[in-house]
């Protein structure tokens, strides 16, 4: 009777241990919040009550159990907005926070969520999941935050949507530094990651996974099954730099950047789809730096990136590198792979900088080829043939290629021994998904550790019926990849129906003020033909196009105090002009936007305007960008400065915006600053601006330009000065070109404007 005892007391404890503990506690203010946190006990479930939590710093700890977590989540998922200047941290054991929606506001620590209350107490076994996360930006763009970094072991973000993030530092982040946060194995899972904008300068990641100091360490993070979309801040959507990550069947759309092990060891790239549009160089694929990685059965379609966006980027290391900088590529393998109408996918020695040597510390020389690294097993499939699948920056010596074929259409290319010469034809499996229907009898390398690689893309076991790249031969189920429902909150979506621009006439000055104030985003003022006197800065902060009615032709003169523009573009405001005729008083502005405060990106287009007796046609001030400015057939006269974008001058590779184009335009009587683009910095982590002047005239101007250039661009990676006339331009210089980088001039007449130079290797600040 006594061990009957026993054994029924033992089981009952047992299963009372077990027992999920749920105990409900609604909250709606941040003095409920914090008593309930104060006093949760495992199976605590605090419930925030529907409404908005302005300027409200949560600290949400306590000690749950694996059992029995304590949670902290929304009575309404989707309904508990955190806005103002707020911020989410968490520490103890097992916690789970969901349902959240961060909006309207920033941070006011580092962290818009920290996986730790301080130093000492750090997160395990703790959960964010289906939340939001939008536009919750730092006013200033240079005040780098994280939105989510991770701290502890053992924590997870999962179905959430995170998006618009335009200040500095990653979007995601896991810190290693402490014996806390080593061997982590925290998950990131499930997510969307909606469109983080193009940034202009560096610290632009969506995810980093610790940093060069703690690149030796071992993190074990895992992400997964996430879609990134327009993930566009700089050149490494995520940036690995610790030890034993995984990064599996992840989807890149229509990302400019790429994968990158760009410090620390061993990772796995394994079953991710990187897809682009045939069209866009800068949507990137795998960039490889450092050692042991191993890429397998991933699915490349239409990325037609070049050296550090190529579809599979191998760089050269600096012999001896410190921490923060390039380490040789040693021990990788590339199997199994698939590479559809991509343009020269494999390219080696990406990033060598020999020929920089006389502007170069030695320290910063990539000289250091790849080693003992594998390409085997690889398909690739190309519509149109493509003469180059293989590009040597440098050589690939180092390099060992079995059994990869491809389908070139019968064009010829340098590469034969490498990649053999194959028929075969495509299968449509889903949207963007083009699967090869290869022969059974081709060959399959199978190298040390192969054996290892066990499935393929889809699951597909290897093992039964193996062949090359990233799928086994079969029927192929549709993946759906692209279906948004499949990640992110479950209760939020960033679809949004197209609606045909609403369009209000405009009949005189004051309906003019009216109306741009009361359109909605999208809308269209036009403008009844005549003068429209404005005194007061007009607010651009949404959207919006104004334009003549018709055949029409308004002019809106404007009067406004020293150094206002007539149109201030605020954070949001993207503004076309057509066919209007702006005119100032020689002291103030045309357009220019917020100097202090700029949240978020403005834009501009003029076409078929004049400009004239302004002090500036565009005035950019530091700390702002726009993803795209451009002039079209428009004549701009009389000015004192014209397009200046040259006041981010800390040299840390930041920009004012991604792309500036004038087209058909004539400057006449522009005294300074006539086209002003300024990028410093020795800084490749970004596509480095882009400038296209073309088919344009320039006369009588550059009279006051202090350094005799008329066109300033120092810095920019990409220039393009085409089919121009420059007449009577007292300068030394027109132009200035970056030799080493994508600069170009042709088909441009010169009469009287001194001349075009090539300055092959331009010294610039390094930043590291």
């Given at each position: 009777?006594?061990k009957?005892?026993l054994?029924?007391?033992?089981?009952?404890?047992l299963?009372?241990?077990n027992?999920?503990?749920?105990?409900?506690?609604?909250?709606?203010?941040?003095?409920?919040?914090?008593?309930?946190?104060?006093?949760?006990k495992?199976?605590?479930?605090?419930v925030?009550?529907?409404?908005?939590?302005?300027?409200?710093?949560?600290?949400?700890?306590?000690?749950?159990?694996?059992?029995?977590?304590?949670?902290?989540?929304?009575e309404?998922?989707?309904?508990?907005?955190?806005?103002?200047?707020?911020?989410?941290?968490?520490?103890?054991?097992?916690?789970?926070?969901?349902?959240?929606?961060?909006?309207?506001g920033?941070?006011?620590?580092?962290?818009a969520?920290?996986?730790?209350?301080?130093?000492?107490?750090?997160?395990?076994?703790s959960?964010?999941t289906?939340?939001?996360?939008?536009?919750?930006?730092?006013l200033?763009?240079?005040?780098?935050?994280?939105?989510?970094?991770?701290?502890g072991?053992?924590n997870?973000?999962?179905?959430c949507?995170i998006?618009?993030k335009?200040?500095?530092?990653?979007?995601?982040?896991v810190?290693?530094?402490?014996?806390?946060?080593?061997r982590?194995y925290?998950?990131?899972?499930?997510?969307?990651?909606g469109?983080?904008?193009?940034?202009?300068g560096?610290?632009g990641?969506?995810?980093q996974?610790?940093?060069?100091?703690?690149?030796?360490?071992?993190?074990?993070?895992?992400?997964?099954?996430?879609?990134?979309?327009?993930?566009?801040?700089?050149?490494?959507?995520?940036?690995?730099?610790?030890n034993?990550?995984?990064?599996?069947?992840?989807?890149?759309?229509?990302?400019?950047?790429s994968?990158?092990?760009?410090?620390?060891?061993?990772?796995?790239?394994?079953?991710?789809?990187?897809?682009?549009?045939?069209?866009?160089?800068?949507?990137?694929?795998?960039?490889?730096v450092?050692?042991?990685?191993?890429?397998?059965?991933?699915?490349?379609?239409?990325i037609?990136?070049?050296?550090?966006?190529?579809p599979?980027?191998v760089?050269?290391g600096?012999?001896?590198s410190?921490?923060n900088?390039?380490n040789?590529?040693?021990?990788?393998?590339?199997?199994?792979?698939?590479?559809?109408?991509c343009?020269?996918?494999?390219?080696?020695?990406?990033?060598?900088?020999?020929a920089?040597?006389?502007?170069?510390?030695?320290s910063?020389?990539?000289s250091?080829?790849?080693?003992?690294?594998?390409?085997?097993?690889?398909?690739?499939?190309?519509?149109?043939?493509?003469?180059n699948?293989?590009?040597?920056?440098?050589?690939?010596?180092?390099?060992?290629?079995?059994?990869n074929?491809?389908n070139?259409?019968?064009?010829?290319?340098?590469?034969?021994?490498r990649?053999?010469?194959?028929?075969f034809?495509l299968?449509?499996?889903?949207?963007?998904?083009?699967?090869?229907?290869?022969k059974?009898d081709?060959?399959?390398?199978?190298?040390?550790?192969?054996?290892?690689?066990?499935?393929?893309?889809?699951?597909n076991?290897?093992?039964?019926?193996?062949s090359?790249?990233?799928?086994?031969?079969?029927?192929?189920?549709?993946?759906?990849?692209?279906?948004?429902?499949?990640?992110g909150?479950?209760?939020y979506?960033?679809?949004?129906?197209?609606?045909?621009?609403?369009v209000?006439?405009?009949?005189?000055?004051?309906?003019?003020?009216?109306?741009?104030?009361?359109?909605?985003?999208?809308?269209?003022?036009?403008?009844?033909?005549?003068?429209?006197?404005?005194s007061?800065s007009?607010?651009?902060?949404?959207?919006?196009?104004?334009?003549?009615?018709?055949?029409?032709?308004a002019?809106?003169?404007?009067?406004g105090?020293?150094?206002?523009?007539?149109?201030?573009?605020n954070?949001?405001?993207?503004?076309?002009?057509?066919?209007?005729?702006?005119?100032?008083?020689?002291?103030?502005h045309?357009?220019?936007n917020l100097n202090?405060?700029?949240?978020?990106?403005?834009?501009?287009?003029?076409?078929?305007?004049q400009?004239?007796?302004f002090?500036?046609?565009?005035?950019?001030?530091?700390?702002?960008?726009?993803e795209?400015?451009?002039?079209?057939?428009?004549?701009?006269s009389?000015?004192?400065n014209?397009?200046?974008?040259s006041?981010?001058?800390?040299?840390?590779?930041?920009?004012?915006?991604?792309?500036?184009?004038?087209?058909?335009c004539?400057?006449?009587?522009v005294?300074?600053?006539?086209?002003?683009?300024?990028?410093?910095?020795?800084?490749?982590?970004?596509?480095?601006?882009n400038?296209?002047?073309?088919?344009?005239?320039?006369?009588?101007?550059g009279?006051?330009?202090?350094?005799?250039?008329?066109?300033?661009?120092?810095g920019?990676v990409?220039?393009?000065?085409?089919?121009?006339t420059?007449?009577?331009n007292?300068?030394q210089?027109?132009?200035?070109?970056?030799?080493?980088?994508?600069?170009?001039?042709s088909?441009n007449?010169?009469?009287?404007s001194?001349?075009?130079?090539?300055e092959?290797?331009?010294?610039?600040?390094?930043?590291?």
């Open positions: 009777m006594n009957l005892f054994t029924i007391s033992l089981f009952l404890t299963i009372s241990c027992e999920k503990v749920t105990n409900s506690i609604l909250v709606s203010n941040n003095i409920e919040l914090k008593e309930a946190i104060e006093n949760a495992a199976g605590d479930d605090i925030l009550k529907e409404g908005i939590y302005k300027d409200i710093e949560i600290k949400f700890y306590g000690e749950g159990t694996k059992e029995n977590p304590i949670s902290l989540r929304a309404t998922v989707g309904k508990v907005f955190i806005e103002g200047v707020s911020n989410l941290r968490i520490g103890g054991n097992y916690l789970e926070v969901s349902g959240l929606f961060f909006r309207n920033y941070t006011p620590t580092k962290d969520i920290a996986f730790k209350i301080n130093n000492d107490t750090v997160a395990n076994y959960s964010v289906n939340c939001v996360i939008l536009d919750y930006n730092q200033q763009r240079d005040k780098d935050d994280l939105w989510v970094q991770f701290y072991t053992h997870k973000l999962a179905n949507y998006a618009g335009t200040n500095g530092g990653p979007t995601v982040r810190d290693l530094k402490g014996n806390q946060s080593i982590n925290h998950q990131i899972v499930n997510n969307h990651f469109p983080r904008p193009r940034k202009g560096a610290r990641e969506t995810i996974l610790g940093s060069s100091f703690t690149s030796m360490s071992p993190s074990n993070t895992t992400i997964a099954n996430n879609l990134f979309e327009e993930c566009n801040g700089e050149v490494e959507i995520i940036s690995s730099k610790t034993f990550n995984l990064i599996k069947n992840n989807v890149f759309y229509k990302s400019e950047g994968v990158v092990t760009r410090h620390g060891n061993y990772a796995t790239i394994d079953g991710n789809y990187f897809i682009g549009d045939g069209e866009n160089k800068q949507f990137g694929g795998i960039r490889i450092n050692t042991g990685h191993t890429i397998i059965n991933n699915y490349f379609y239409n037609i990136g070049e050296n550090f966006r190529s599979l980027a760089m050269n600096i012999p001896k410190p921490l900088r390039y040789q590529v040693t021990d990788v393998v590339v199997a199994y792979n698939t590479y559809v109408n343009k020269s996918p494999w390219q080696f020695g990406v990033g060598t900088n020999i920089q040597a006389a502007v170069l510390p030695k910063e020389i990539r250091a080829r790849a080693l003992r690294t594998v390409v085997a097993n690889n398909v690739i499939y190309n519509k149109e043939g493509d003469k699948p293989i590009i040597e920056h440098d050589k690939a010596d180092g390099v060992k290629f079995k059994d074929i491809i070139n259409q019968g064009v010829d290319y340098a590469d034969s021994k990649i053999k010469a194959t028929s034809e299968t449509k499996v889903g949207e963007q998904v083009y699967l090869p229907k290869l059974s081709l060959d399959i390398y199978t190298g040390f550790g192969f054996n290892t690689i066990t499935e393929d893309l889809f699951g076991s290897r093992k039964k019926a193996n090359i790249g990233a799928t086994v031969q079969g029927e192929f189920k549709d993946p759906s990849i692209l279906d948004k429902t499949k990640y909150a479950d209760w979506s960033n679809v949004v129906e197209a609606k045909e621009a609403k209000y006439a405009v009949n005189n000055s004051s309906e003019l003020i009216a109306k741009l104030k009361e359109a909605e985003n999208g809308a269209v003022l036009e403008l009844k033909e005549g003068t429209y006197a404005i007061k007009l607010i651009i902060n949404k959207t919006i196009t104004i334009q003549s009615k018709e055949s029409e032709k002019k809106i003169t404007y009067s105090l020293d150094d206002s523009p007539l149109f201030e573009l954070p949001y405001g993207l503004l076309n002009i057509k066919n209007i005729t702006l005119s100032g008083n020689g002291k103030n045309a357009f220019a202090k405060n700029m949240s978020n990106h403005f834009g501009l287009t003029v076409s078929g305007s400009i004239s007796n002090n500036y046609v565009l005035k950019a001030y530091k700390q702002t960008f726009a795209e400015v451009t002039f079209k057939n428009s004549t701009i009389n000015c004192e014209g397009i200046e974008l006041e981010e001058i800390n040299d840390r590779g930041d920009y004012n915006t991604e792309y500036l184009t004038v087209d058909n004539t400057f006449n009587n005294k300074q600053n006539v086209i002003d683009y300024y990028r410093g910095g020795y800084d490749e982590s970004t596509i480095g601006g400038l296209l002047v073309s088919n344009s005239t320039f006369t009588n101007s009279s006051k330009e202090k350094n005799k250039m008329l066109l300033n661009h120092r920019i990409n220039v393009n000065i085409t089919n121009n420059f007449k009577n007292k300068v210089f027109v132009s200035i070109l970056w030799g080493a980088k994508n600069n170009t001039a088909k007449t010169l009469v009287n001194g001349k075009i130079k090539t092959e290797n331009l010294v610039m600040k390094l930043m590291y």
